[in-house]
């Protein structure tokens, strides 16, 4: 190594450098001139000397006379430039380039193989430039600012599967290559990729002020290796950014990190682990925009201060882009072949374990190209989604245990275990394990056992799930049957249904076969333009393609020859045209009646078309992802038929500002692992099957406590009575349980929210209107330039069309999910005007009755204080048209009537009745008004007390009116609803929550007895049921407690009683047998001779046991029938 002042310095002392190098000819050499030359240089500022020191005149007599057939000789070259020289890596590496050049022989002729230049000034970062004679003496870029003595330490020969070249950086301590997989000539290339690497020295660590012995005393701690990593991350993904930011990166993909810290650190790996797991999670957002899908640490740690230095490497993995895998490997030496290897720290093994610690970067392999060909389209690989369940999973765990208060230990090993649900040779469904992309079809479908906090043993659901990398997510015969068999099987078992739906709708084909063969019979061979006649094959091609039935042509005779002109086209393959669209049918219908069947629900991530857009809405409930859409057909096709460029994009057709605004989705998330979190939650409210009992969760909130937000005679935000809410820094509880409230179709018809929460535990279906105005947007269509973006005002309390229809389909989602509903009614009636009749407000209006029809579960009507229940919306939601499971109750300020006071006094009490009123109440009008009948007066005293009395009553009159207005308001009281017997019962707010709960848990241990009870005599109405019920509790009870009939807490704790449950199984029994026996009996009436048979088949079929006692019943009996006599025998 040879330091210079300048490049002037350099060339006038380049001889005698080069001196230093003994030629291979056989010949002593002579140094004492070279020291003598080097000599002066040192006294002007240079320093001179080899780097492993100077070498004497003996030990160059040593050097072997054959000259090698490679170049030997490293020169590395330091130029120290002056305090104002303004440095330019540009400029620079141009001279060392053109000096390196014009020394070209004498390099040569000195065997020198490697010449590094080193150009500084004092206080600044210094320059490498390094070049090599395999490069014919040009520039190596690879190494670019890269120091000779650490180059290794990048470990750049693990990128030698890639063609890598250097990218300048603002940052000379970070080393950014740009590589493309090596291919074959001529060949596409698939996988380019940024390698950023990066040294971390000592000098990185500490200030200048640290001293190294009390480094080496204290060792480096924690906070200082976070702060120094995180830093170098932060300039990496800067770097990163920068570089990606040019057009010709953007598809890069696999991006990977390297930072080797060369200092050895005192501190525990677990520790370095759980530190790097933390400034990763920070940063996971930007790693995944910046595609960077490993980053890797290299680190030389002591456990403690006396354990001996180990070399380890952490790989960080985040190949789905919502898990992070952090892996801890030990550097190991194999015995044998002395090769080192990555061996697993922890007890689990990585993904690493036995690979070479120098094996280079492999290429993307067949997943990772399904994976990224996915991920460029901004949604999840197929088979990524069952490890997002599992991080769904877990994600639940975590916020089960944090809201609960419990120890991790209650976290379950296994979140989730799944089998593939694939078809066989005859189209049956299977269940089968099988590697990842295996699959010939772009849909695929599981069965799997989700571990969660409502179900620790776990439940099953199936999903189903299309593979936008097969034929870009189309749906053809194969992929419809897929879909048709799993959803049957969901259906068959009562298990959940969910729908990954990313796709493009029904499959567009043609017949690629006859695409290559076809010929044109032109009107005029040297005029095409003029059109053509027919299109044809000759009679070879029909020959070649005839046996494959994909083509129908006829044989004629043109132009001198025979052709078959093609009348169809067929195809070879199925799958290409209508057939597409007969299964396209057939999943709809099959979607449509597992929405009544099961629980549905579906994720719509990048996009969903056409068919894919019905299945999603047929199966109703939806959670779109941000960037997705749900289209029927694409923005181009669209812009075609218009014949103008009107739409940008499928989103601005389909996305969430559509489909979330309009009721299609139910909630919208920001990703993929958010979605599948949100059907997480959304399962948590549902049932382990259908029939099965509703997941109560534990009671976190008591149920005995008041509620504390009391809903007031202005407008008020109604979330707040439902969750609660933080007021004036005050948390103001709601009426169920904190933090269980997750409200659905939010930004749809406004006026009306629906959600679902839990009381006490129990999982519910909530409805209640807003009270406050709302405004609701109706966008304009770009396609029709006439139309313009409106905004309405909406009234709180009044069912508008979108929010009636809302209602009715909220209802008729909780009851297929099997919830109990509770409707918070403060509704003053339907808007009646010209434009809500027309936009269809009565059919809405009546599916809210058809829902509440169909019910099957409790349904409990409750106005709120000072809440208002009048007209059409108290026809819509009263207890009588489901009487079985509908109850209304009422808050003791509320009120309720067929009008409101003042409409009521506008029809019942109009002036006239103020007028007798006053006049009755009122001594001085009465007074005035008698005079004026009765005493004779002249016309000018007439005049006089007609004024006087027409002063007096609109005096009066405001008064009055508010009497009246009062009086027809007393008819409205809950006092008189209840002496009517519309209601149940006066409640009283702050207590409602502990009397609904004890009410909602009754009622459902009521049901679950009743659907026993139906089960066993199906022609058990629920008033019989009910009675029966209420027999066996006094029975239970005794006369003397009979009264305790009413105390629902009595009832609860009876049901609930292991005992009694047993009492009641044997009375189900009991009913069961009953119905049998008259069954049996009603059967036999009806047609005796088949029933005579049917008696000899079943003795048949008895055991001998039995056998005998049926013979010793009927000779008992005393028949003379030959028939009878007959099976006697």
């Keep these: 190594m040879a330091a210079f002042s300048s490049y002037e310095h350099l060339a006038d002392n380049f001889n005698s450098l080069m001196q230093r190098y003994a030629e291979y000819t056989g010949q002593q050499q002579q140094t004492h001139s070279t020291s003598n030359g080097l000599s002066s240089g040192m006294s002007s500022g240079m320093s001179s000397g080899m780097s492993s020191g100077s070498l004497s005149s003996g030990e160059l007599n040593t050097i072997r006379e054959e000259k090698p057939s490679e170049p030997i000789h490293i020169v590395n070259i330091v130029i120290q430039h002056p305090p104002n020289y303004e440095l330019d890596q540009d400029i620079d590496n141009k001279i060392c380039a053109a000096f390196i050049k014009s020394k070209e022989s004498e390099l040569v002729e000195h065997n020198i193989r490697r ?161 790097v797991k933390q400034f990763i999670e920070r940063y996971g957002k930007r790693l995944w925009k910046l595609r960077v899908l490993q980053a890797e640490l290299k680190m030389k740690l002591r456990e403690t201060a006396e354990s001996p230095e180990q070399s380890f490497r952490f790989f960080v993995n985040t190949e789905s882009g919502y898990s992070i895998d952090t892996n801890i490997y030990i550097a190991a030496e194999d015995a044998n072949s002395g090769i080192s290897y990555l061996s697993s720290f922890e007890e689990v093994q990585g993904p690493m374990h036995g690979i070479a610690v120098n094996a280079p970067y492999l290429t993307r392999d067949f997943l990772q190209q399904k994976r990224c060909s996915a991920q460029l389209m901004e949604t999840t690989y197929v088979y990524d989604f069952p490890d997002m369940f599992r991080e769904a999973c877990k994600t639940r765990w975590l916020l089960h245990v944090k809201q609960h208060e419990l120890h991790k230990s209650v976290i379950p090993k296994e979140f989730v275990r799944f089998t593939e649900l694939v078809l066989d040779s005859h189209d049956n469904l299977i269940e089968i394990h099988r590697v990842p992309g295996q699959n010939d079809t772009g849909m695929i479908a599981w069965k799997m056992t989700l571990f969660v906090p409502e179900y620790p043993d776990g439940r099953d659901v199936v999903v189903i799930a299309n593979d936008i990398t097969s034929m870009i997510g189309t749906f053809g015969p194969k992929e419809d049957k897929i879909y048709m068999r799993a959803s049957e099987f969901s259906r068959a078992h009562k298990l959940p249904r969910i729908y990954l739906s990313v796709n493009s709708g029904a499959r567009i084909g043609l017949a690629d076969e006859i695409k290559t063969m076809f010929r044109v019979c032109w009107l005029d061979n040297k005029h095409p333009d003029k059109g053509f006649k027919y299109l044809y094959l000759t009679p070879a091609d029909y020959k070649t393609i005839s046996s494959k039935n994909s083509v129908q042509a006829e044989l004629i005779e043109d132009d001198g020859e025979s052709r078959y002109k093609i009348t169809t086209i067929v195809g070879e393959k199925d799958g290409i045209g209508v057939e597409n669209l007969q299964g396209s049918g057939m999943i709809a219908g099959e979607t449509s009646r597992a929405y009544d069947d099961v629980f549905t629900i579906s994720l719509v991530t990048c996009r969903s078309v056409g068919i894919g857009a019905y299945l999603v809405r047929l199966g109703q409930r939806v959670v779109q992802v941000d960037n997705s859409c749900i289209i029927l057909t694409g923005a181009n096709s669209l812009n075609q038929v218009l014949g103008r460029q009107v739409y940008t994009s499928n989103t601005q057709l389909g996305g969430t500002q559509i489909m979330y605004n309009n009721g299609v989705s139910h909630h919208t998330v920001k990703d993929d692992i958010s979605g599948v979190i949100k059907i997480f939650e959304w399962l948590s409210y549902i049932p382990k099957h259908k029939g099965a009992s509703l997941p109560i969760g534990p009671m976190t909130d008591p149920v005995s406590r008041t509620i504390g937000f009391m809903p007031t005679k202005s407008a008020y935000n109604p979330r707040n009575m439902i969750a609660g809410a933080t007021i004036d820094g005050t948390w103001m509880s709601g009426f169920f349980d904190k933090g269980s409230w997750v409200e659905s179709l939010d930004n749809w018809a406004k006026t009306v929210i629906t959600g679902r929460a839990r009381l006490g535990g129990i999982p519910m279906g909530v409805i209640c209107p807003e009270t406050r105005a709302v405004e609701c947007e109706d966008p304009a269509d770009p396609a029709n330039l006439d139309t313009e973006t409106k905004i309405t005002q909406q009234a709180g309390q009044v069912w508008f069309p979108n929010s009636a229809y809302k209602t009715a389909q909220a209802i008729k989602d909780f009851n297929r999910e099997e919830l109990p509903l509770i409707i918070f009614a403060n509704w003053r009636g339907f808007s009646g005007g010209m434009r809500d009749m027309y936009g269809e407000i009565l059919k809405y209006g009546a599916y809210i009755v058809d829902g509440l029809v169909e019910y099957k579960q409790p349904v409990f009507v409750y106005i709120p204080p000072f809440g208002e229940l009048r007209g059409g919306a108290w026809v819509v939601v009263d207890p009588k048209i489901n009487p079985d499971v509908m109850e209304m109750y009422a808050d003791k300020d509320s009120r309720g009537g067929v009008l409101e006071p003042e409409g009521t006094v506008t029809v019942q009490f109009k002036q006239r009745d103020i007028v007798q009123t006053m006049k009755r109440i009122d001594p001085l009008y009465n007074e005035l008004f008698t005079k004026n009948g009765k005493e004779e007066m002249t016309h000018e005293e007439r005049k006089k007390r007609v004024a006087e009395l027409r002063n007096r009553e609109a005096y009066l009159m405001p008064a009055y009116h508010m009497i009246s207005t009062t009086f027809a308001e007393l008819h409205d009281t809950p006092q008189r609803m209840a002496a009517k017997g519309v209601i149940r019962e006066i409640l009283d707010w702050r207590t409602a929550r502990e009397f609904f709960y004890w009410k909602v848990k009754r009622r459902i241990l009521e049901f679950d007895v009743e659907k026993k009870l139906k089960a066993a005599n199906k022609k058990l109405n629920h008033g019989q049921m009910l009675s029966m019920l209420r027999r066996w509790f006094i029975e239970s009870k005794g006369p003397v407690q009979n009264y305790l009939w009413d105390d629902d807490r009595a009832v609860v704790a009876w049901l609930g009683d292991p005992e009694e449950q047993q009492s009641i199984s044997d009375n189900i029994r009991m009913i069961q047998k009953d119905a049998l026996i008259q069954k049996i009996d009603t059967l036999a009436s009806s047609n005796e001779e088949t029933a005579l048979e049917a008696v000899i088949g079943l003795l048949q079929k008895m055991p001998p046991r039995q056998q005998g006692e049926v013979k010793k019943l009927l000779e008992s009996l005393e028949i003379k029938d030959p028939e009878i006599e007959d099976i006697q025998k």
Aim: aromatic share 14%; with cysteine; net charge positive.
């Design 115 to 275: 010449v590094t230049f080193l150009a500084f000034k004092k206080g600044s970062y210094p320059f490498f430039y390094t070049f090599r004679h395999r490069l014919h003496w040009a520039e190596d870029s690879i190494y670019r600012h890269l120091e000779p003595a650490l180059a290794f330490q990048l470990e750049i020969h693990r990128l030698k599967n890639f063609d890598i070249r250097l990218l300048q950086t603002n940052n000379h301590i970070l080393h950014m290559y740009y590589g493309t997989a090596k291919s074959s000539s001529g060949s596409t290339v698939t996988d380019s990729r940024f390698f950023v690497r990066s040294i971390i020295r000592h000098a990185n660590f500490f200030t200048k002020e640290a001293s190294f012995d009390y480094m080496e005393r204290e060792g480096i701690r924690a906070t200082a290796f976070i702060s120094v990593g995180e830093k170098y991350l932060q300039e990496s993904l800067n770097e990163l950014e920068v570089a990606m930011s040019n057009p010709a990166y953007r598809k890069s993909d696999c991006n990977h990190i390297f930072l080797n810290f060369v200092p050895c650190m005192v501190i525990h790996p677990m520790i370095v682990k759980e530190k």
